[in-house]
T-cell receptor, first 115, second 116 residues
Framework: AQSVTQPDIHITVSEGASLELRCNYSYGATPYLFWYVQSPGQGLQLLLKYFSGDTLVQGIKGFEAEFKRSQSSFNLRKPSVHWSDAAEYFC?????????????FGTGTRLQVFP | EADIYQTPRYLVIGTGKKITLECSQT?????MYWYQQDPGMELHLIHYSYGVNSTEKGDLSSESTVSRIRTEHFPLTLESARPSHTSQYLC???????????????FGPGTRLTVL
């Protein structure tokens, strides 16, 4: 079955510290992978996406993610966290091909940043 | 500016009332989606549409209904609201591309519904 697992429900880091949010997926076909961020009371904003090619992808706000097929992972990283990064982060997987474009979301990781 | 809009942003309503949540996008996207999201939980797809006059039920069963009469408009209706319908509803849209869709979905700000 297709699924996305985000093992960490809640992460707390100090401002300026590095960050890694974990995402593991199970998908039978070529996966398209996404990271979205959701601020309180808001919709989701796309941070970055992976379709093919270079397995290290750069996104907005200084985020990057690395696709590791052998580990079925797509972890999100940022070298230095800012207080404004506090939000909920969702990993999602979708598939290739027309009409197979429903996204499956993980349960999210809530990031708290201390000054 | 191309965007996706949802109204109202917040709605508090009594049990038994009929409600319609509005969603409009100005990006010309063919595909549109409705998700339900409870606090601290993942998003669950409840409806989607591939174009005008196309609607499908999503993975999570919902008592709501949708319509797609115009490309840019995808309203969601609850005929008789109940407290169990209290949740956040997110609308999204994406582009269609033959030969391999890119799946990237653009989200509206959401409607937080509370049914008393």
């Amino acid at each position: 079955a297709q699924s996305v697992t985000q093992p960490d429900i809640h992460i707390t880091v100090s401002e300026g510290a590095s960050l890694e949010l974990r995402c593991n997926y199970s998908y039978g076909a070529t996966p398209y992978l996404f990271w979205y961020v959701q601020s309180p009371g808001q919709g989701l904003q796309l941070l970055l996406k992976y379709f093919s090619g270079d397995t290290l992808v750069q996104g907005i706000k200084g985020f990057e993610a690395e696709f590791k097929r052998s580990q079925s992972s797509f972890n999100l990283r940022k070298p230095s966290v800012h207080w404004s990064d506090a939000a909920e982060y969702f990993c999602a997987v979708g598939g290739a091909g027309y009409n197979t474009d429903k996204l499956i979301f993980g349960t999210g990781t809530r990031l708290q940043v201390f000054p | 500016e191309a965007d996706i809009y949802q109204t109202p942003r917040y709605l508090v309503i009594g049990t038994g009332k009929k409600i319609t949540l509005e969603c409009s996008q100005t990006m010309g996207h063919d595909k549109m989606y409705w998700y339900q999201q409870d606090p601290g939980m993942e998003l669950h797809l409840i409806h989607y549409s591939y174009g005008v006059n196309s609607t499908e039920k999503g993975d999570l069963s919902s008592e709501s209904t949708v319509s797609r009469i115009r490309t840019e408009h995808f309203p969601l209706t609850l005929e008789s609201a109940r407290p169990s319908h209290t949740s956040q509803y997110l609308c999204a849209s994406s582009e269609s591309k033959r030969g391999g869709t890119r799946n990237e979905q653009f989200f509206g700000p959401g409607t937080r519904l509370t049914v008393l």
